[in-house]
């Protein structure tokens, strides 16, 4: 065994058997349904939870795209009888912190509070009636709406905004991933509050929940907060689920635009969150286009060529297959040589895999960065919702490390010619020299 391979194992032996110590997953399900993540930690008078809901864009229909973002950034203008006022108060006196979080399959709220009787008590009781009472007061609805078609409206002049919703709509096509996050001028038009309240008493079900929490208090405290975030939740509703993303057919779209550079996507469907290629496309990644200045894209486009700042590529997983993508900027009058060069660095990894001397840099540069991934109760946090969401093992951070290792370039080369196939990627530049 090389030197360095030593060095991984004695590592992955040192993280791991730390992560056993400090994180002790513990799992249960409320009476109501919900699925309960937990992590007692003393280190600090702090309480930190999060709840989520299967309530993402892509439970939108196309004529009421914007309505999901909407239902939950307005759970916290409005509820259990206090105003957005008296609820930014509440939580103010007691110092507590209200966060959000939103993407295509997930919608969910964070509190972050003191773990003391007092402070936990008030923000808890301000935090359920978010949860569960939301009201989704008319003129509320309407001063969000106002704000998020202006945002929609200045976003739409923008080249990335232009360029990643074309790319979004040449990927998945009639998908429910290609719906725009905020949603369309025209459709948030028309959402009213008993649209909002329709959707939240059909997507805000307890089934559905997941709640994580991590914190100075113990078990039967968790439990007690865990029943009285989800008591009053809606138990079931015809919840239709995320249809398969189907693979596209290559085509190229190029959009006119004033910027002094162009910006280029190329997308393919990559993979779920519990795909078992997760680990060798993760590292195959971090080699072609995720690990910066010391990947092949770099090194190629920028390094060697000087035709982009930056490059990058990245898989988001998703319920469903999440985007693949590869994004840069260049100068107009080069922009067809970086997207020629840049399929030709794809095609050539796709084909070829990785060298022995580049997965070791990988693993050593993701094994080592691991332990920031978890240096703080926040991140811990949103592990614990995603390992949830996702129905991962409760094991998923002690195991990462050892998957990781355990990745061969013949793993990534065949993962990589399975899943990616560059030819049928769509590809959008916005800001093409004219022709």
């Known amino acids: 065994?090389?030197?360095?391979?030593?060095?991984?194992?004695?590592?992955?032996?040192?993280?791991?058997?730390?992560?056993?110590?400090?994180?002790?997953?513990?799992?249960?399900?409320?009476?109501?349904?919900?699925?309960?993540?937990?992590?007692?930690?003393?280190?600090?008078?702090?309480?930190?939870?999060?709840?989520?809901?299967?309530?993402?864009?892509?439970?939108?229909?196309?004529?009421?795209?914007?309505?999901?973002?909407?239902?939950?950034?307005?759970?916290?203008?409005?509820?259990?009888?206090?105003?957005?006022?008296?609820?930014?108060?509440?939580?103010?006196?007691?110092?507590?912190?209200?966060?959000?979080?939103?993407?295509?399959?997930?919608?969910?709220?964070?509190?972050?509070?003191?773990?003391?009787?007092?402070?936990?008590?008030?923000?808890?009781?301000?935090?359920?009636?978010?949860?569960?009472?939301?009201e989704f007061p008319q003129d509320?609805?309407?001063?969000?709406?106002?704000?998020?078609?202006?945002?929609?409206?200045?976003?739409?002049?923008?080249?990335?905004?232009?360029?990643?919703?074309?790319?979004?709509?040449?990927?998945?096509?009639?998908?429910?991933?290609?719906?725009?996050?905020?949603?369309?001028?025209?459709?948030?038009?028309?959402?009213?509050?008993?649209?909002?309240?329709?959707?939240?008493?059909?997507?805000?079900?307890?089934?559905?929940?997941?709640?994580?929490?991590?914190?100075?208090?113990?078990?039967?405290?968790?439990?007690?907060?865990?029943?009285?975030?989800?008591?009053?939740?809606?138990?079931?509703?015809?919840?239709?689920?995320?249809?398969?993303?189907e693979n596209p057919i290559g085509q190229i779209k190029k959009i006119a635009h004033p910027a002094s550079q162009s910006h280029i996507q190329l997308a393919y469907p990559g993979i779920r969150r519990s795909d078992p290629d997760y680990f060798p496309l993760l590292v195959g990644n971090y080699i072609l286009g995720g690990g910066g200045f010391v990947s092949r894209l770099m090194e190629e486009i920028r390094q060697q060529r000087g035709l982009a700042y930056s490059v990058y590529s990245f898989f988001s997983p998703l319920r469903e297959k999440g985007p693949f993508q590869i994004g840069l900027q260049t100068k107009k009058e080069q922009s067809e040589e970086a997207l020629v060069l840049t399929r030709a660095v794809l095609k050539d990894f796709i084909e070829e895999g990785p060298s022995e001397q580049e997965l070791i840099a990988a693993k050593q540069n993701i094994i080592g960065g691991f332990p920031l991934r978890l240096d703080s109760n926040k991140k811990i946090l949103g592990y614990l919702a995603m390992i949830g969401f996702y129905n991962l093992p409760l094991t998923y951070l002690d195991d990462y490390l050892k998957a990781v290792e355990t990745v061969t370039t013949a793993q990534i080369k065949d993962a990589f010619q399975r899943r990616i196939h560059p030819e049928n990627m769509v590809t959008v530049i916005v800001g093409a020299v004219a022709q």
């Open 140 to 245: 509320i609805l309407q001063r969000e709406k106002t704000r998020i078609i202006a945002s929609i409206r200045e976003s739409r002049t923008k080249p990335d905004y232009i360029a990643d919703r074309a790319l979004m709509e040449m990927l998945y096509g009639d998908h429910p991933y290609g719906l725009n996050d905020a949603g369309e001028i025209e459709t948030v038009e028309k959402i009213q509050p008993n649209d909002l309240l329709a959707f939240y008493q059909s997507h805000y079900i307890a089934p559905n929940t997941v709640v994580a929490i991590i914190g100075d208090i113990d078990k039967k405290e968790a439990e007690k907060f865990a029943e009285s975030l989800t008591e009053n939740l809606p138990k079931d509703a015809n919840d239709r689920h995320i249809p398969p993303v």
């Open 1 to 134: 065994m090389h030197i360095k391979q030593y060095i991984f194992v004695f590592l992955i032996c040192i993280y791991s058997q730390s992560l056993s110590a400090a994180l002790s997953i513990q799992f249960w399900q409320t009476s109501s349904g919900a699925r309960v993540y937990f992590v007692e930690s003393n280190e600090l008078p702090i309480l930190d939870i999060r709840i989520e809901f299967a309530a993402g864009s892509s439970r939108n229909s196309p004529d009421k795209s914007g309505l999901a973002n909407l239902t939950r950034h307005l759970l916290n203008l409005g509820a259990g009888g206090l105003s957005e006022d008296e609820i930014a108060k509440a939580f103010a006196d007691v110092g507590a912190q209200l966060g959000g979080n939103f993407d295509a399959d997930r919608a969910g709220l964070t509190l972050r509070t003191l773990s003391n009787k007092r402070e936990r008590e008030q923000a808890l009781d301000i935090f359920s009636r978010i949860i569960q009472s939301p």
